[in-house]
């Protein structure tokens, strides 16, 4: 089945496709390889509370990353940064995590990073502190392995989908 972008922020068009039951199942034989089920999980399936990644030096930690306090601004709660943070803005950093595809396609250049495996190819596996969306100057081969990234760091204030973080420019390391 063809999909066709429907909005221009494809997180968007992906919860609306879920939402209205428009995506199906992949075929597993056209899926990349990835490990055996494990615990009842579908096929190529990270169950639930799976191993997040070890600290690695010269990365930029998730257990930074959720350095996050919610405060109140007027009649709403808005995201403060810790300073270790915002010291990150417009800088180039390393960064690892999975793979959360945005479109239907071996390689991917505009995609979701994610501080553990994801359990289902259509959620999010925690809160906007430990996703990043990536947008990559060369498109990514998608995998089930963690991956490492070298990119521009933004921190999104008031973002329409509620991410926090963006990296641009994106490549791979080796």
């Not at 109140?72 to 390393?94: C, E, N, W």
């Amino acid at each position: 089945m063809k999909v066709r972008r429907m909005f221009s922020n494809p997180l968007l068009s992906l919860a609306i496709l879920i939402s209205s039951n428009l995506v199906s199942a992949a075929d597993p034989s056209s899926l990349p390889p990835g490990p055996a089920p494990k615990n009842g999980a579908a096929f190529g399936v990270t169950p639930a509370g799976g191993p997040s990644l070890p600290e690695r030096a010269g990365f930029v930690s998730w257990r930074l990353l959720a350095q996050i306090e919610s405060v109140q601004q007027g009649q709403r709660m808005v995201p403060r940064f810790d300073k270790g943070i915002s010291a990150l803005q417009k800088k180039t950093v390393k960064l690892q995590g999975f793979m959360l595809p945005l479109s239907m396609t071996e390689k991917q250049s505009h995609f979701i990073l994610t501080a553990s495996p994801p359990s289902c190819a259509f959620c999010l596996p925690g809160g906007p502190d430990s996703v990043i969306e990536v947008k990559a100057s060369v498109p990514i081969k998608y995998g089930y392995e963690p991956i490492t990234l070298s990119g521009k760091f933004e921190i999104l204030q008031n973002d329409p989908m509620g991410l926090y973080y963006r990296i641009t420019e994106a490549k791979p390391l080796s």
